[in-house]
């Protein structure tokens, strides 16, 4: 028997905490990957080649360095979300699950901070 | 719970597999390759942020021929998942969930992501 009220039940956040919370910023990064990947994939095209010097260039305009730094960490959060779904839907034992999901964490969080962190190398990096 | 085998009822097996199933999995598997597609991305990154020759081996590897297979494949997840998004953000507002809109907007993603993805292919990957 559960001393939870039907009300508070239907105020709380329903059997796993926070699955509002998920949808909606599971949404919210759908929606700002729309013009992030956008913008990503026509500027890599728009550029005349991939040596070095080219790119470097581009990576260090600081319009580029805040979209991607805004693109990585986006994706990665949404990346995050999706994994999480994936996991929950076909891993059944609950020990693997949750250490699944914090492995996942772990290596999106890694990811995410790497990527950063070279972002800001290359704008604040010596100009090629 | 677990050591108990249930029965399920029966659901993907007893179908027709029609458009709005293969892009409901479609989406889920794209969206997948995707999180790797973001680790070559960071790998990328990581490159030239550590200099000219790390940023030559990575793209010396990314210019051989197996991995312009594999950046073609992510390029295809890419637009399929971005397009296969956009509906899926449609179908939140409660609009589009006519048999007719559906089947429509699902051939609409998959000629945008092909046209998309041979368009980029020419342009950035070869």
Redesign the interface.
Known sequence: MSLVTPLNRVLGLGTAGGAGEHWWTQ?LT??A??PL??WL?IS??L?PD?A?AT??QW?QRPITSIL?ILS?LT??YH?YL??QV?IEDYV???GLKVLAIMGSAFGHAA??I??L???L??AF?PVA | MHGVSRPLSPYITVYRWQITMWLSSLHRITGLLLSLGALALAIWLAALASGSSAYAEVRELYASAGFKVLLVAWTFCFFFHLANGVRHLVWDTGAGFEKAQFRASGWAVIVLAVVATAVFSAVAIF
């Open positions: 949404r759908a929606v990957l729309v990947g956008l994939a890599l095209a550029l991939f070095y790119v470097v990576a991607l990585v994706i990665g990346s999706g994994v994936v059944h034992a609950k990811l995410a790497a990527a962190f070279a972002i190398k290359i990096g």
